[in-house]
């Protein structure tokens, strides 16, 4: 008459999962999940200050952006059709100048960045600077509660913005650190 159907006895996992839960309950572990939130937002705000634990919480706290850093190339790399000249510029052929611009692209063979001469009338590299910003990373006193300039800003992560060429042929370079100045032939000074 009546097929039985198949009956079983449910499993350990399944007789955990479908056990009616408390209110007071869900409650009490939401509060303590925001309490522990708060507090580990407060230790990774003061980071510095609360030793092994403060270094534990901000490294859990950095995590996603180690991990973006990995899919992320050490510099943006234009694929657009141009006429390349050195370091990147477009040159307009009808104007002539006879002056120069100091700039400081990123050179993919070497992996980091460098400081050109470039002379504007045709396009050449005059000079090429490649200082040495882990010299002048070691020198440093610069603290921050941001950037460790041994390890955020190191020769494959320093962006050289501004270069300044002085009179003697030196040269004054920064990348949100301290001022570094090189003589004429490349050593600090």
Known sequence: MFEQEDQH??????????????????????LLLMATAIGFGAIVDGWEKAGRLGHAAIGIARA???????????????????QRLP??????????????????PFDPARGRSVVQLLRLGDGA???????????????????SAHIDV??????????LMHPLLLADGGLVI??????ARYDACGKLV
Not at 64 to 82: E, N, S
Not at 90 to 95: E, G, I, K, P, Q
């Open 9 to 30: 006895e449910p499993g350990r996992m399944e007789r955990a999962l479908s056990r009616p839960v408390p209110l007071w309950g869900v409650l009490l572990t939401s």
């Open 64 to 82: 996603p952006d180690t991990v973006m850093g990995l899919f992320k190339d050490a510099a943006p790399i234009f694929r657009g059709d141009y």
């Open 87 to 104: 370091g990147g510029f477009t040159r307009d052929a009808s104007f002539a100048d006879t002056g120069y611009a100091l700039i400081s």
């Open 125 to 143: 590299v005059a000079h090429e600077f490649v200082p040495d910003v882990d010299a002048a990373n070691a020198a440093s006193r610069f603290t």
């Open 150 to 159: 041994r390890r955020d800003k190191d020769a494959p992560r320093n962006r």
């Open 174 to 179: 920064h990348d949100s650190t301290p001022l």
